[in-house]
Nanobody, 117 residues
Framework: QVQLVESGGGLVQAGGSLRLSCAASGRTFSSSPMGWFRQAPGKEREFVAAIRWRSNTNYADSVKGRFTISRDNAKNTVYLQMNSLKAEDTAVYYC???????????WGQGTQVTVSS
């Protein structure tokens, strides 16, 4: 059974940093894209960042220059380094893996990130 488990969320002041981790188990995703989405209260889930198997990355405009996605294929883990956090970054952050039929196939349970202003 495939599982994606996020960690690293928490409460941080505006301008601070957090590093999210997502450990995958049940299969290897080294050749699959992995990514992060987030959902703020009352809003739809939105794309944050993704990384392909050759480490090509792309980001939402709202986080470019502040967030960095990376992966460690040996650990089957993807990371999201978040710097210069803003109140509007407050959301539940979800890890996702593998795209099938143009949709992300696997999702984690989410981790809460709260940025106080």
């Amino acid at each position: 059974q495939v599982q994606l488990v996020e960690s690293g969320g928490g409460l941080v002041q505006a301008g601070g940093s957090l590093r999210l981790s997502c450990a995958a188990s049940g299969r290897t995703f080294s050749s699959s894209p992995m990514g992060w989405f987030r959902q703020a209260p009352g809003k739809e889930r939105e794309f944050v960042a993704a990384i392909r198997w050759r480490s090509n990355t792309n980001y939402a405009d709202s986080v470019k220059g502040r967030f960095t996605i990376s992966r460690d294929n040996a650990k089957n883990t993807v990371y999201l380094q978040m710097n210069s956090l803003k109140a509007e970054d407050t959301a539940v952050y979800y890890c996702t893996a593998e795209i099938r039929d143009s949709k992300w196939n696997y999702w984690g349970q989410g981790t809460q990130v709260t940025v106080s202003s």
